[in-house]
C-alpha cells in the first residue's frame, strides 16, 4: 500500500491537471444559464470515471441535472462501497471580490483557488484518482458504485427520486463521502453529523401598490417595517428562537457528549479574528462547537423590497421578501419545522399586511455511528496517513442525501472530508490547499483495505 505514494508522485501533474479541466466548467446547478455547463461537467466526470477503469458509466438524465453512475464489480462475496460526491457547484457571485476568476483555477500559495475545489470537485475527484490507482496497481479489495451527481447544491430532489427507483442498483454496504471539513491539517477529524435544513422564502404584503412615503407614511403599515419587525421577533433576548414547539424534538445531549464535543481544539480569539468579529453571537448557554453542532438555527439568507437603486426615492413600497433558513439538529424534522414556521410566521402578522409563506427544498439531520466497522476503518486510515486519529466532530453544514441513503437504501455514509472551514466554500476565492487533495487520495484507498479487512 505503500506504492500509493510512489503512484501519486509518478502522476501528481496530471492528477492536478485533471482537476483544474473540470474546475473551468462553471457547473451552477442553480442558474439555468448554466445548464449546458453542467451537462459538460457530468460528461467529464463519466469520461474520467471510465479512463479509472470503471464499468457500465452511464450519465442518467433526470428532469434537472443528470447523475453519474459507474461502477466496478468484482465479486458477490466482497462489501461493496458506493462513492458519493457532487459534481455542481454554487453560484459564483460576488464576482468583484474574488481575486482571480472564479472558473479560471490557480495555484497560489499551495492552494487551488476556484469556484467548486473544496466543495466538492476537489474532495469528489479524489475519489476517481484513488479508484484509478487500485485498480490499475490491482489493489482494488472490494466492490465500487460511484454516483456522483450535479444537483447537491440545488437540493438533491433527483437524486430522491432516482434512489427510490433504483434501489437494486445502488444497493451496497455503505456510503463513501468526502464533502465535509477537518478540524485543521494536523488536526484530522472525522464528521459525525451534519444538520438537517428547512428553507422557506416568506412574501409580506401591504398597500396594494407602492405609495408616496409622505402621503400616506406613518398611516399604512410598511411590510418592509414590519417584516423586519416579524424576524428580531423571532429571537428572545437569549437568542433561542421563539418558535412555539421549535425545540420539542431537539436532542438534548448528556453531559459526557457535550464534554466529548468541547474536547476538539477550538480557539474563539483566533475564530473572531479570522471573521473579523468583535464577539461571536448565539443561543446563551452553549459553546460555539455546541451551537453549529447540535443546535438548531434560524438566519435571514437575504431580504428585498422597496428602493435600493441610486440617490433615494420616497416610497412606501407595496412588499417586502426575505429568504430564510433553519438548520435542524437530531431529532427535529425538516416538514415540521416548516410547517411550525410558517405557523408562527402567521401568527404574529399585523393584520395590515398580509403574508405567504413558500417552502424551498429541504434536508433532514443526521448522525453517524462512531462504532461501525466503516468509521473505524475510517479513522485508522486516516491515522496512517495522517500519523494522528482522527477526532470525532459535527459539521453545521447538511448533505441532504445522507439521511435519504439511510431511508431508502438503508446505507450508512462515513463521512470523510480533507477539506478545512477555512476553504471559503460557498464564498469568493473558495479554495482547496494541495495537501489536501493529494493528502485524500492517499488515504481513500487505506479506507478501502481496512474497510474490507475489518468487515470479514
Ligand atoms: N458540502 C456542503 C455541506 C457541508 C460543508 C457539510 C461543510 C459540512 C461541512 C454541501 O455542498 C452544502 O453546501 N450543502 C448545503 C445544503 C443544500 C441543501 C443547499 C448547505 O449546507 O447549505
Ligand atoms: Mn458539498
Ligand atoms: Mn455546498
Redesign the pocket.
Known amino acids: 500500500m505503500d506504492t500509493v505514494k510512489q503512484y501519486i508522485e509518478q502522476n501528481k501533474d496530471r492528477f492536478l491537471n485533471e482537476l483544474l479541466e473540470l474546475l473551468r466548467i462553471p457547473s451552477v446547478s442553480a442558474d439555468s444559464k448554466y445548464t449546458g455547463d453542467v451537462a459538460k461537467a457530468a460528461d467529464m466526470v463519466a469520461t474520467r470515471l471510465k479512463e479509472a477503469g470503471a464499468d457500465n458509466v452511464e450519465i442518467c438524465t433526470t428532469p434537472g441535472h443528470p447523475i453519474v453512475y459507474g461502477e466496478k464489480f468484482l465479486d458477490a462475496s466482497l462489501p461493496t462501497i458506493m462513492v458519493y460526491g457532487h459534481y455542481d457547484v454554487?453560484p459564483a457571485d460576488p464576482l468583484n471580490l474574488w481575486d482571480s476568476p472564479p472558473f479560471d483555477p490557480v495555484i497560489k500559495d499551495d492552494k487551488i483557488y476556484a469556484r467548486g475545489s473544496a466543495?466538492?470537485k476537489g474532495q469528489m475527484y479524489m475519489h476517481v484518482k484513488a479508484f484509478e490507482y487500485m485498480f490499475k496497481e490491482s489493489k482494488l479489495p472490494c466492490n465500487v458504485k460511484f454516483l456522483i451527481e450535479g444537483e447537491?447544491?440545488v437540493g438533491s430532489s433527483n437524486l430522491t427520486d432516482f434512489c427510490i427507483a433504483n434501489k437494486e442498483k445502488l444497493k451496497c454496504d455503505l456510503v463513501l463521502i468526502s464533502d465535509t471539513s477537518m478540524i485543521g491539517n494536523e488536526i484530522p477529524s472525522l464528521d459525525v453529523g451534519l444538520r438537517g435544513l428547512s428553507y422557506v422564502e416568506v412574501e409580506v404584503t401591504g398597500p396594494n401598490r407602492d405609495l408616496h412615503s409622505g402621503v400616506y407614511g406613518g398611516a399604512v403599515g410598511n411590510p418592509i417595517n414590519i417584516l423586519a419587525k416579524m424576524i428580531a421577533q423571532m429571537h428572545d433576548e437569549n437568542n433561542h428562537i421563539t418558535i412555539p414547539g421549535f425545540y420539542d424534538d431537539v436532542l438534548v445531549l448528556t453531559d459526557e457528549e457535550k464534554a466529548e464535543l468541547n474536547k476538539a481544539p477550538f480557539d474563539i480569539e483566533e475564530y473572531k479574528k479570522d471573521l473579523d468579529v468583535g464577539d461571536v453571537w448565539g443561543e446563551k448557554g452553549y459553546t460555539v462547537l455546541e451551537r453549529t453542532g447540535t443546535r438548531p438555527t434560524l438566519d435571514v439568507n437575504g431580504i428585498w423590497g422597496g428602493y435600493i437603486g441610486e440617490g433615494s426615492k420616497t416610497v412606501l413600497p407595496s412588499k417586502a421578501f426575505a429568504k430564510i433558513s433553519m438548520r435542524l439538529v437530531p431529532g427535529q424534522s425538516s416538514d415540521k419545522a416548516t410547517e411550525l414556521f410558517t405557523n408562527y410566521f402567521k401568527s404574529i402578522a399585523p393584520a395590515s399586511v398580509k403574508v405567504e409563506v413558500r417552502a424551498h427544498h429541504g434536508g433532514e439531520p443526521v448522525l453517524t455511528p462512531t462504532n461501525s466497522t466503516a468509521f473505524l476503518a475510517a479513522a485508522k486510515a486516516m491515522e496512517t496517513t495522517f500519523g494522528k486519529r482522527p477526532i470525532p466532530t459535527r459539521g453545521g453544514g447538511s448533505i441532504p442525501i445522507v439521511a435519504m441513503f439511510e431511508k431508502v437504501l438503508a446505507a450508512k455514509s462515513v463521512l470523510m472530508g480533507f477539506g478545512l472551514d477555512s476553504d471559503a466554500?460557498?464564498s469568493p476565492n473558495e479554495h482547496y490547499g494541495l495537501f489536501n487533495y493529494y493528502k485524500g487520495i492517499e488515504t481513500i484507498p487505506y479506507f478501502y483495505k481496512y474497510y474490507v479487512e475489518m468487515s470479514k
Do not use: N, Y
Open positions: 454554487q466543495d466538492d447537491e447544491e466554500i460557498h
